[in-house]
């Protein structure tokens, strides 16, 4: 599973960096993903993670890296989609935020499982979305610091598409993907932590 995970992710990476739209968004847009793959790395041996959530992530980092590439405004799926679907904008960055939600969720859900934080599945589930939108809060947050620091340049970055409820409707996508995750994935997940010696859930 390692050298396929990997496989994906390299080839990924390396074709978005070819003729990238513009490279420091590109830049800004794919560091969480190499971030990520760092700190996977460096705890692989000591807190292994189950493979859907390893998979959960490579889906993560994917959209996060096709985004970079196009930038989020300029995904040319989702250009197709606009008349299908009567949209006035290019929506792949509210799939990106989705997968903000979607996938730190289970992450959240892993970690507290696995470190047994909160014992009540009601609580957990309470502590898991107050994560993702904390998470997603403070991305936003990110977005404005970069934005200060740019000034125009940071459009592109940004994605707003002169949207004004963009940062409201982002996070109100990262909860709809916590809560999605939650709903869909919980059982999945629990067979999967069942086979860790010591987990409980």
């Not at 898991?128 to 990110?142: G, H, K, N, P, R």
Request: a neutral charge.
């Amino acid at each position: 599973m390692k050298t396929l995970w990997l496989s994906i992710f390299c080839i990924t990476l390396v074709w978005s960096a070819i003729d990238a739209h513009d490279y420091p968004t590109w830049a800004l847009e794919v560091a969480p993903a190499v971030i990520g793959l760092a700190v996977m790395a460096c705890t692989y041996n000591s807190f292994r993670l189950t493979s859907l959530l390893y998979w959960l992530i490579l889906a993560h980092c994917i959209v996060l890296i096709v985004g970079g590439h196009y930038t989020y405004a300029e995904v040319p799926l989702f250009d197709y989609l606009k008349p299908v679907f009567g949209w006035e904008r290019n929506n792949y960055d509210k799939l990106g935020h989705f997968m903000q939600g979607f996938v730190p969720a289970i992450l959240a859900r892993e970690i507290l499982i696995r470190k047994a934080v909160v014992a009540s599945g009601a609580w957990r589930n309470l502590f898991v979305i107050s994560i993702c939108l904390a998470f997603s809060a403070f991305y936003e947050m990110l977005e404005w610091w970069v934005a200060l620091a740019t000034g125009t340049a940071s459009e592109a970055f940004l994605g707003t598409q002169g949207y004004i409820w963009d940062t409201q409707s982002d996070m109100g996508m990262a909860l709809v993907g916590a809560v999605a995750a939650l709903l869909v994935l919980s059982g999945l997940h629990d067979r999967q932590l069942s086979r860790i010696p010591g987990t409980r859930t």
